[in-house]
Structures are given as structure tokens and as C-alpha cells.
């Protein structure tokens, strides 16, 4: 996955629209910044929770 990658964050059973920023350097957690409920969050996510925006 590349920086800047669109994607879809899997939280409390809804799957928001965000923005895939960086990985770890073993790859199990990204940074994903994502909108929920009005307000624009940034945090590390497992990476079972987040999948690649298919074109």
C-alpha cells in the first residue's frame, strides 16, 4: 500500500472513508486518518481493520 493510499476504516461496524498515511516497520499497524461523527481523527489501526479503496 502507498502513502496517501484511499481506504476503507473498519470501526464499531461501520466502514469510513480515510486516508492511509504510514505503516510500522513490522507492517501489523498503519496510520490512517479517517472522519467519524464530525470530527477528523489520526491514529494507528491493526491493519485487520483497514483495507485498500479498490478504483
Same mark, same amino acid.
Request: aromatic share 6%; charged share 20%; proline share 7%.
Given at each position: 500500500?502507498?502513502?496517501?493510499?484511499?481506504?476503507? *476504516?473498519?470501526?464499531?461496524? %461501520?466502514?469510513?472513508? !480515510?486516508?492511509?498515511?504510514?505503516?510500522?516497520? %513490522? !507492517?501489523?499497524?498503519?496510520?490512517?486518518?479517517?472522519?467519524? %461523527? !464530525?470530527? *477528523?481523527?489520526?491514529?494507528?489501526?491493526?491493519?485487520?481493520? *483497514?483495507?485498500?479503496?479498490?478504483?
Amino acid at each position: 500500500m502507498q502513502p496517501n493510499s484511499p481506504v476503507l *476504516v473498519e470501526l464499531d461496524g %461501520d466502514s469510513l472513508p !480515510g486516508l492511509f498515511l504510514k505503516a510500522t516497520a %513490522d !507492517g501489523t499497524r498503519l496510520l490512517v486518518t479517517f472522519e467519524q %461523527d !464530525g470530527h *477528523v481523527s489520526t491514529t494507528w489501526l491493526p491493519v485487520e481493520q *483497514v483495507r485498500l479503496v479498490e478504483a
